[in-house]
T-cell receptor, first 114, second 115 residues
Framework: DQQVKQNSPSLSVQEGRISILNCDYT??????FLWYKKYPAEGPTFLIS?????DKNEDGRFTVFLNKSAKHLSLHIVPSQPGDSAVYFC?????????????FGKGITLSVRP | DAMVIQNPRYQVTQFGKPVTLSCSQT?????MYWYQQKSSQAPKLLFH???????NEADTPDNFQSRRPNTSFCFLDIRSPGLGDAAMYLC??????????????FGPGTRLTVL
């Protein structure tokens, strides 16, 4: 039973345009959401996160939007650059204690075309 | 640079032959995690150590064990690997058990092949 779903396995966008990566979750107990980025032959690296008390968090070219009622979050990358080509994992978890573990989605492969 | 190191990067073993994967960290983090990731699947948490306290996920097979002899090192032992255990194994650390608020730092992974 997948609690974190990334239904699109891949996305291709033109350099300079916006990339929108989507993620859905089913567990209403999740209250913290993260995006990790993974290059080939490397481990995932933390990119950006958002708490359930917010609906938007921005860090440079990266913005994460959270819609709690729809149990949906998205990562926007503007403008997209070729170096953004990677696998992006959505993850969700609680804020500690018994809910400390993260649940990951399957990942989306983003290709940014020059 | 402080980092999470996994050795070896590629491991080939035979069906039923015990294998040990290694993880070390220079971050001095309290928590170390082991994830299994099969092709095109989400990373799946197997277990974690908070300091010396071992926490096994309910659905982790008994075939998988772990050891943490000190803060820096953590090992994943697969006692009798089956073909279904072929996967990428990711080690991660975090400073504390603060859930999503505490960034997890991942190693590059060990890709295990079972012949």
């Amino acid at each position: 039973d997948q609690q974190v779903k990334q239904n699109s396995p891949s996305l291709s966008v033109q350099e300079g345009r916006i990339s929108i990566l989507n993620c859905d979750y089913t567990n209403s107990m999740f209250d913290y959401f993260l995006w990790y980025k993974k290059y080939p032959a490397e481990g995932p690296t933390f990119l950006i996160s958002i708490s359930s008390i917010k609906d938007k968090n921005e860090d440079g070219r990266f913005t994460v939007f959270l819609n709690k009622s729809a149990k949906h979050l998205s990562l926007h990358i503007v403008p997209s650059q070729p170096g953004d080509s990677a696998v992006y994992f959505c993850a969700a978890g609680g804020q500690g204690g018994a809910n400390s573990k993260l649940t990951f989605g399957k990942g989306i492969t983003l290709s940014v075309r020059p | 640079d402080a980092m999470v190191i996994q050795n070896p990067r590629y491991q080939v073993t035979q069906f039923g032959k015990p294998v040990t994967l290694s993880c070390s960290q220079t971050l001095n983090h309290n928590v170390m995690y082991w994830y299994q990731q099969k092709s095109s699947q989400a990373p799946k948490l197997l277990f974690h150590y908070y300091d010396k306290d071992f926490n096994n996920e309910a659905d982790t097979p008994d075939n998988f064990q772990s050891r943490r002899p000190n803060t820096s090192f953590c090992f994943l032992d697969i006692r009798s690997p089956g073909l279904g255990d072929a996967a990428m194994y990711l080690c991660a650390t975090s400073r504390d058990l603060l859930g999503g608020t505490d960034t997890q730092y991942f190693g590059p992974g060990t890709r295990l092949t079972v012949l």
